[in-house]
């Protein structure tokens, strides 16, 4: 017999609050339609918006239908939730053009093949041709102000200033949830727990306006057994758009988890039975390599995630000239007739974003090139560097940049 879907995410840790989860669980041995709304506040999504966006994978894959509502509608007021300053409101054309570049995102995980299968959707068809003063009677009525400045997300904005175009941001996305009821059948919104005030409110309104009972699911809020926020790097966030985080970067930022993280990431990064999640921790290199080849075939497809790791073995248990993956510049050997310092060459290729931070990783002894390290900040670089036409620059322990020489 199949395993309901409510127990797989909370063997693999997706839970963290639900709003009847014995009706839900029940619910789940039928077909349901279930929601997650994204902001498109960029041109990617990055690895903090994973876990809804695997938690809508393993439900489609277990019979039900998501929902992946972009958030054309919403992102033009910005959500308060779990932020202590008002959001940039960005023009139209930037959400349609953002919208644009997450929906191709979203077709790694999700199959769309058919309505039935899956939904894309985005708010502003409904949202933006509301009328203000109908929207008020209609749907304002239901809400409590006390109610909803008591919520979470609302009570750390109010300390240092909410504004009234963010108040409405618990109304616009329960009407989501609204709208989406009337219209996809849908009983489910699933999100962060910093959402968990907009759901509740959304579930009121569908009970108050319908009659019907919705359900809410939150996910705990995921951080690295070191305390940092998920996703984030010294280079910044981790995109899953392969021009602002390339695939090898990608497959780097997983095969370096912290060894107390890597059971729970396969859990709940990667499609891997827990079966085989347990027999593998046995060695945990080959974990963090599982964890970071399966990663990236999910993000950026089976052939990046094969080059990824053929170009870390290359690096790591060989010279590294034949990784095809790294970050790479083409420049022209003239360049290197007379020798490039060293710290320019750092800089030039972006391993450093300055010189004078490629002056002090070098004075510190943490810059490489073909594996040696550079003594001296201002070392000459030449054609004496180059192997095969090409060189291996390394900042740190981890940072590697290949230049191919024309």
């Known amino acids: 017999m199949a395993k309901n879907v409510f127990h797989i995410l909370e063997e693999r840790g997706f839970v963290e609050q639900v709003t009847d989860e014995k009706a839900l669980a029940g619910l789940f041995d039928g077909n349901i339609t279930c929601y997650a709304g994204f902001d498109p506040t960029a041109s990617s999504l990055h690895v903090g918006h994973l876990l809804p966006v695997m938690a809508l994978a393993h439900l489609q894959q277990n019979g039900h239908r998501p929902i992946i509502l972009v958030g054309g509608g919403t992102a033009l007021i910005g959500d308060p939730s779990g932020k202590n300053e008002m ?22 995980y999700i199959d769309f093949s058919t309505e039935e299968n899956a939904l894309m959707l985005n708010n502003a068809q409904w949202l933006v041709p509301i009328k203000y003063i109908e929207f008020l009677r209609d749907i304002g009525r239901y809400f409590s102000v006390n109610r909803m400045i008591a919520a979470e997300s609302y009570k750390m904005r109010l300390e240092t200033g909410l504004n009234f175009i963010e108040f409405n ?20 919104q699933i ?36 305390g940092a926020k998920m996703g984030k790097t010294e280079k910044g966030a981790v995109w899953l758009d392969k021009e602002r985080t390339s695939p090898y970067e990608y497959y780097q930022y997983w095969i370096n988890t912290d060894d107390r993280d890597v059971e729970r990431f396969l859990s709940l990064f990667t499609f891997l039975s827990l079966e085989e999640i347990r027999s593998c921790l046995s060695d945990i290199q080959k974990a963090k ?73 070098i004075n510190e002894g943490g810059a490489y090139i073909n594996g040696k390290r550079i003594e001296i900040f201002d070392e000459k670089i030449d054609k004496s560097n180059v192997k095969n036409g090409i060189m291996l620059l390394r900042a740190g322990k981890k ?7 024309l």
């Open 399 to 405: 940072r590697y940049h290949k230049i191919i020489i």
């Open 87 to 108: 959001r940039q409101i960005l023009s139209h054309d930037e959400i349609e053009k953002n919208a644009e570049h997450i929906k191709r995102q979203f077709s790694q």
């Open 169 to 188: 941001y618990m109304l616009l996305q329960a009407y989501d949830f609204l709208y989406l009821s009337q219209n996809y059948g849908c009983i489910l």
């Open 289 to 361: 390599e599982l964890l970071a080849f399966e990663a990236t075939k999910l993000t950026h497809g089976e052939k990046q995630a094969l080059d990824a790791r053929q170009s870390a073995r290359s690096v790591f248990y060989g010279d590294g000239l034949n990784a095809n993956s790294l970050p790479t510049s083409e420049i022209n050997g003239d360049v290197f007739k007379e020798g490039i310092p060293a710290f320019i060459l750092f800089e030039k290729t972006a391993l450093c974003k300055t010189r004078s931070e490629a002056r002090r990783l």
């Open 191 to 226: 999100g962060g727990n910093d959402q968990w005030g907009n759901i509740l409110a959304g579930t009121d309104l569908i009970r108050k306006v319908q009659g019907k009972t919705a359900y809410g699911l939150t996910f705990p809020l995921i951080t690295t057994a070191s």
